[in-house]
C-alpha cells in the first residue's frame, strides 16, 4: 500500500485531503497530529474516515512540529488509540510508555535524518522487544549503498517492517520497499506537500513507478547520474512497460562519480538488470563492462549497459 501523509494546520484541510486522498485510491492516510493548530478533536477526523488511519504526532528531533510538553503529546496519542485508529506511530524512546490498548496496531518507529548506521540490525532488534505490530526504521542516504542495507534488513525482518532512506540518493529504496516485503510506503498528499528529502508524491508512486503492481518478481531497471532527478527516463520507460504488462519498474540511481564502482558490486543483490548511462559516467562505465560495441570501444564512453550471465 502506499499511505498518504497528510499535514494541516486546521481540522477543515485535514480531513478535506484526506478525504480526497481517499477518493483518489490511497488505501491508507497518516495524520500529522503534531501540525494541528489546536487540539486534535477526533471524532471530527475521524468520522468521515474513507481509509485507515496512522495517527501520528512528532517532536521537532523526530521532524515534527509539536512543541509542546512532552506529557501532552503522549496523551493526545493515547487519546487518538481510544478513539479507534487503526494504527499509531510510536517512537522508541516512548513506546513503553505507551500500552496496546484495543485494536490498533502499533508503528515502532525509528527516524535518523543524518546518516544511515552502522548498526541498523542491532537497532532492529531492540526495537522488536516493544511489542510492535510493524517496525518501521527512516534513515538519510549517504551512500548507495545505504538502499542495499535497508531493503536487506525489510527482507529479514520477521515482523513486518517498513524501511526506506531519504534524500535523492534514498529514492530507490522507498520505491522497492515493496518488492522486498514491506507492507506499505510512505507519499506526499502532492509536490507541494513534500514532507521530507526525497520523499515523492502519492500522484508519482501511484502513476509514475505503479508502486501496488511492484512485487518480489519485479525486475529492476534505472538511469544512473549525477544530477538525475531531472530525467524523463522513468516516466517513458514505466510507462513502456505498464502499457507492454511487462513486472518491471525503471528509478532513478543517484551515485557520485567516487561510488561509481562500488555502486555496481553492492547493487548485485538488487539484480538490476539494466541501466541508462549519464553524465558522470559514460566513461567510466566503459571500464566495468565485459563486452562493448566497437563504437563503445572507440569512442571511449556508453550509455546503456545490460547485465548479462558474464556480467555487464
Partial sequence: MICVTIARTRHKMMVAEYRAASDQGAQLAELRLDYLRHEPDFKRLLEHRGCPIIATCRRPADG???????????????????????????????????????????????????????????IHEEMLELDPDFVKIVTK????SDNVRMLQLVSSSPVPMVGFCMGDLGIPSRVLAGKYGAPFTYAAFNKERILAPGQLSFEEMRDVYHYDDINVDTEVFGVIGDPVGHSLSPLIHNTAFKTLGMNRVYLPFRVPLDNFKTFLKDMESLQLKGLSVTIPHKEASVEQVQQADGAVRVVGALNTMVRREGGW
Avoid at 76 to 103: H, Q
Fill in 141 to 144: 542516504a549517504e551512500v548507495p
Fill in 64 to 122: 515534527g512540529r509539536f512543541g509542546g510538553p512532552e506529557e501532552k503529546r503522549l496523551l493526545i496519542l493515547r487519546f487518538a488509540i481510544v478513539a479507534g485508529v487503526e494504527y499509531v506511530d510510536l517512537e522508541t524512546e516512548i513506546a513503553r510508555k505507551i500500552p496496546r490498548f484495543g485494536n490498533t496496531k502499533r508503528i515502532i518507529s525509528y527516524h535518523n535524518f543524518e546518516t544511515t548506521p552502522q548498526n541498523l540490525a542491532s
